[in-house]
């Protein structure tokens, strides 16, 4: 077994549970992940809702890749509200995975697939060419290298189909942060847009191999093709996010 797989390597996270909500930790000084116990498929972090701005450029992806798993927001929302689109996720830590029924993630089914697995290496080795690449794979010490390398950020771009986009979560304060924003920059030819988070404490990287944001453009945020109303109730924060930060870019 590869060390990154061996769960001897890996911090087992644990869960909190409050009165309307339970939370993913691995310190109880940060959180992981989070869900409303009366509504487990929406988004409570407001990062997570960011990531998906995505449907403002690509509103029908064919096939969304995850590296990440945690607590299975992302990939619950996307399983709900997007129900033409398949959805892989890759998750190195055996102990998150451990606790996927806790966080009500949906069984694997035809459209829907968790496996365990370094995110690296399946970029690398490219088994799937997805439309959007969400990567938001924190472990206990933060952004690992293996996913922030500019290697990593190459082979990305490389597995996207043409007019597919990478979602990086960045950690805003991160001493590497804008070593980091520069690599995606660069591998995928400047082509990048950053929404910062209301408290500047992640920063979403939304990364084109194409056009989808070179034809974008600020203005009236209209709901995406297909999209429920109900899931875009939750992502208007988001869409304005995303709206502002194109205003800014067409703007300097």
């Known amino acids: 077994m590869p060390e990154t797989l061996d769960p001897s390597q890996h911090v087992k996270p644990f869960v909190y549970e409050g009165l309307t909500s339970k939370a993913l930790h691995f310190s109880i000084s940060e959180i992981q992940s ?89 970029v690398r080795y490219r088994a799937t060419r997805p439309d959007v690449l969400m990567v938001d794979g924190f472990d206990s010490n933060g952004l690992p290298a293996r996913l922030s390398s500019q290697r990593f950020y190459d082979e990305c771009y490389e597995m996207l189909q043409p007019g597919g986009m990478m979602v990086a979560n960045l950690h805003y304060g991160h001493r590497q942060y804008p070593l980091h924003l520069d690599r995606i920059r660069r591998s995928f030819n400047g082509a990048v847009l ?19 944001l070179e034809s974008a ?36």
Not at 84 to 98: C, D, K
Not at 194 to 212: C, E, M, R, Y
Not at 217 to 243: K, S, T, W
């Open 34 to 122: 989070r869900m409303d116990l009366r509504d487990p498929y929406a988004l409570n972090l407001e990062y997570t809702q960011t990531m998906m701005g995505f449907l403002l450029f690509l509103p029908q992806p064919r096939r969304i890749g995850m590296i990440g798993l945690g607590g299975g927001s992302l990939a619950k929302f996307c399983h709900r509200y997007l129900p033409q689109t398949f959805i892989q996720v890759v998750e190195i830590n055996p102990h998150v995975l451990a606790l996927r029924e806790h966080f009500h993630v949906p069984p694997d089914g035809e459209r829907f697939h968790v496996i365990h697995g370094d995110g690296a290496q399946v």
């Open 194 to 212: 950053v929404v910062d988070d209301s408290d500047l404490s992640n920063s979403i990287a939304f990364a084109s191999k194409g056009t989808p």
């Open 217 to 252: 453009y600020a203005g009236v945020i209209h709901r995406p093709n297909g999209l429920d109303r109900a899931a875009c109730e939750q992502l208007l924060g988001a869409f304005a996010r995303v709206n502002r930060a194109l205003r800014d870019r067409d703007e300097a």
